[in-house]
């Protein structure tokens, strides 16, 4: 069965720190897509950021980038100079070929919080 | 770009009633979207699958007589909650995508209370 593993319940930094979200997947397919998602408390859904997983190179995105460890099928979040805004429940899925629709498997979450 | 629009955000109504929610790609063409459930503190939980002018493919233990999905266009798909009750009560949320390897693009949500 095709699983992701986020670890960490609930985590909190103090505004402008680094702060890491981790995350362990499970699939026997060598080709696939992870994601991670941030939900606010608006509850809107927003992408952060995307891997492919034939990619070597880490994906950044602003003060988002990702340790991805193909290996080890792991794929970090690391948020640099984290900001109020960051506040949120991120969510890291991913999705292969495997399903003909594509269909993400998703993480537990992790409510990140940001204090001032 | 990518943007999907959900309607409406906010449903109260009696137990007994059908509800339906819509949920639109506003600048591109969803050859597939995705119907959520999403409970308290939760992750999502995928409920169905729809193609444009197919059938949804439904998730087990969903089910498809009383959630009922329309994707009868490339950029409007409709759940309808039939003769709702209170246990149906529950934020859900639609998904879009164009490819199958581009990311889902999320609505906002419509957070649904049977009283």
């Known amino acids: 069965a095709q699983t992701v593993t986020q670890s960490q319940p609930e985590m909190s930094v103090q505004e402008a720190e680094t702060v890491t979200l981790s995350c362990t997947y499970d699939t026997s397919e060598s080709n696939y897509y992870l994601f991670w998602y941030k939900q606010p408390p608006s509850r809107q859904m927003i992408l952060v950021i995307r891997q492919e997983a034939y990619k070597q190179q880490n994906a950044t995105e602003n003060r988002f980038s990702v340790n991805f460890q193909k290996a080890a099928k792991s794929f970090s979040l690391k948020i640099s100079d984290s900001q109020l805004g960051d506040t949120a429940m991120y969510f890291c899925?991913?999705?292969?070929?495997?399903?003909?629709?594509?269909?993400?498997?998703w993480g537990a979450g992790t409510k990140l919080i940001i204090k001032p | 770009g990518a943007v999907v629009s959900q309607h409406p955000s906010r449903v109260i109504c009696k137990s007994g009633t059908s509800v339906k929610i819509e949920c639109r790609s506003l600048d591109f063409q969803a050859t597939t979207m995705f119907w959520y459930r999403q409970f308290p503190k939760q992750s999502l939980m995928l409920m169905a699958t729809s193609n444009e002018g197919s059938k949804a493919t439904y998730e087990q233990g969903v089910e498809k007589d009383k959630f009922l999905i329309n994707h009868a266009s490339l950029t409007l798909s409709t759940l309808t909650v039939t003769s709702a009750h209170p246990e149906d009560s529950s934020f859900y949320i639609c998904?879009?995508?164009?490819?199958?390897?581009?990311?889902?693009?999320f609505g906002d949500g419509t957070r649904l209370s049977i009283l």
């Open positions: 899925a991913f999705t292969t070929p495997m399903d003909s629709n594509y269909q993400l498997i």
């Open positions: 998904s879009a995508r164009t490819v199958s390897n581009q990311p889902q693009h």
